[in-house]
């Protein structure tokens, strides 16, 4: 595998479910992040962890939780989440969290539906 | 507030008709300027990084330059592959993230 790998692909799920995505990079990056991008709106960042650190949440709602078990891997844990949800989340990796403007490297993203 | 601006929002083109997109940008202390491009339903693909006036970066058809308030994607005799959303983006000054335009979508028609 090479670059940003995200699984699954697409997610279907209900406003009960709990679910996870998973994001890993073969860059040997140290920081990495979470976007959401709906339709007709610019991508928004949710979370960026730098050195396995979060460093920045952007007054994401609590539903989303997210985990950096080391600087490879990102997951987003998903519960209760609400119709509006439905977008498609990416993740993205740099060398460091943008102290000097470093280019961010994009994963697939993950098609989520809450139904 | 820091604001990314993208024009136009759509453009169609015909195969080998050369245009500009536009990416104009309010951040003070410039930190980089960033464009990708983006396939429908995909992660957007990393192009050129562009950190001070006067600036130009060029690859296949494309050229990006940078001036104090904007920069111009250049597309010259543009193939239907080069159809896709077009995204710039800026450092924030102060934070940790980057601000997206909202793009333009380029169609080229063969």
């Known amino acids: 595998e090479t670059g940003v790998t995200q699984t699954p692909r697409h997610l279907v799920m209900g406003m009960t479910n709990k679910k996870s995505l998973k994001c890993e990079q073969h860059?040997?990056?140290?920081?990495m992040y979470w976007y959401k991008q709906s339709a007709k709106k610019p991508l928004e960042l949710m979370f960026v962890?730098?050195?396995?650190?979060?460093?920045e949440n952007n007054s994401v709602p609590s539903r989303f939780s997210p985990e950096c078990p080391n600087s490879s891997h990102l997951f987003l844990h998903l519960h209760t989440l609400q119709p509006e949800d439905s977008a498609l989340y990416l993740c993205?990796?740099?060398?460091?969290?943008?102290?000097?403007?470093?280019?961010?490297?994009f994963g697939p993203g993950t098609r989520l539906t809450v139904l | 507030e820091d604001q990314v601006t993208q024009s136009p929002e759509a453009l169609r083109l015909q195969e080998g008709e050369s245009s500009s997109l536009n990416c104009s940008y309010t951040?003070?202390?410039?930190?980089?300027l960033f464009w990708y491009r983006q396939d429908p339903g995909k992660g957007p693909e990393f192009l050129f990084t562009l950190y001070s006036a006067g600036e130009e970066k060029e690859k296949e058809r494309l050229k990006a330059t940078l001036t104090k308030k904007e920069s111009f994607l250049h597309i010259t005799a543009p193939k239907p592959e080069d159809s896709a959303t077009y995204l710039c983006a800026v450092p924030e000054q102060g934070a940790q993230k980057l601000v997206f335009g909202q793009g333009t979508r380029l169609t080229i028609n063969p």
């Open positions: 951040v003070s202390g410039l930190r980089g």
């Open positions: 962890y730098n050195f396995k650190e979060q460093t």
């Open positions: 993205a990796s740099s060398q460091e969290a943008l102290a000097g403007g470093s280019e961010q490297f």
């Open positions: 860059l040997g990056h140290n920081a």
